[in-house]
């Protein structure tokens, strides 16, 4: 069975998980998922493991994402993007980019994001999506997040539209950022496009579109799990890690990838002295 990584440029209008089914159905596997899912409406990279890979799924550094968004001033939607109903209306004032970028400039750093009504977030078994369409406001507990960086693009005063960058820490909702940003602009507003650019050092630059993608496409996972020492084993270590045995290894950090002739074998953790399996890979 074929094993590997795929990096996609997701169309807008494809739902995450559509866009795993048809590459099952490419690679001939059931076995298959994704880093980070993203909207229908949006578009971007999309990191999907194919057969064993998805194992090592875990193991990507995914804690920041960079995105660029158009943010619609003047509407609020009940989805925060252009799929849902407008719910309410509010003038938008007269801004200029200088107003903008402060504004954006504010949002540096730590606070706190209530996540939205319309996500996958579960409460007490609901999913919150499933709950917000049959009418059932759920109490979605709020969360920190980082924006590392966050940058104005440009203002069009005519569509009053903001077209914005930004680098945040996982679990971040652009949506609800573009929300809290036409809040402090003294408007209402929602996501008209988004488009994700990185998860990690992982680039869009190097995904393909769907209907490009072939079996040759498949990324080695070890070129993209990293922070993680990779440990050639001998025949006689290889036993023993198939078998999920305890190692006395050196300190070689947190976790450690255990790899016999570049096939990935499993992920050992560091307890006490010693190492002890985490998950085989096998």
């Known amino acids: 069975m074929l094993s590997g990584l795929v990096l996609l440029d997701k169309q807008e209008g494809i739902p995450s998980r559509k866009a795993d089914n048809r590459l099952g159905r490419l690679f001939s596997t059931r076995k298959i998922g994704h880093l980070g899912t993203l909207d229908p409406f949006a578009s971007g990279l999309l990191v999907i493991a194919v057969g064993k890979a998805t194992k090592l ?5 995914d804690s ?4 660029i968004a158009c943010l619609k001033l003047g509407a609020k939607t009940d989805t925060g993007d252009l799929t849902g109903t407008i719910i309410k209306k509010k003038e938008v004032p007269e801004l200029d980019e200088g107003q903008i970028s402060a504004v954006l400039g504010s949002f540096l750093g730590k606070s706190s994001q209530i996540p939205p009504s319309y996500s996958a977030i ?18 979605l507990k709020p969360r920190e997040i980082i924006v590392q960086s966050i940058n104005l693009v440009s203002y069009d005063r005519n569509s009053q539209e903001v077209l914005f960058s930004c680098t945040v820490s996982k679990g971040t909702y652009i949506r609800v950022l573009g929300e809290d940003i036409a809040s402090r602009l003294g408007t209402l507003g929602h996501l008209s496009k988004l488009r994700r650019l990185s998860i990690g050092h992982i680039l869009v630059s190097n995904a393909k579109k769907i209907d490009e993608i072939t079996p040759s496409d498949l990324v080695d996972p070890l070129l993209i ?5 990779h440990i050639e084993v001998s025949p006689e270590t290889e036993t023993y890690v198939l078998n999920g045995r305890k190692l006395a290894l050196p300190d070689y950090g947190e976790k450690v990838i255990m790899v016999k002739a570049e096939r990935p074998l499993a992920v050992y953790r560091r307890e006490g002295d010693d190492y002890v399996c985490e998950r085989g890979l096998f």
């Open 64 to 67: 920041t994402k960079s995105y």
């Open 225 to 229: 799990v990293r922070g993680m020492k």
């Open 57 to 61: 799924l875990p193991y990507i550094d």
């Open 122 to 139: 579960k409460v007490n078994g609901q999913v919150a999506y499933k709950a917000a369409r049959k009418g059932v406001e759920l109490q």
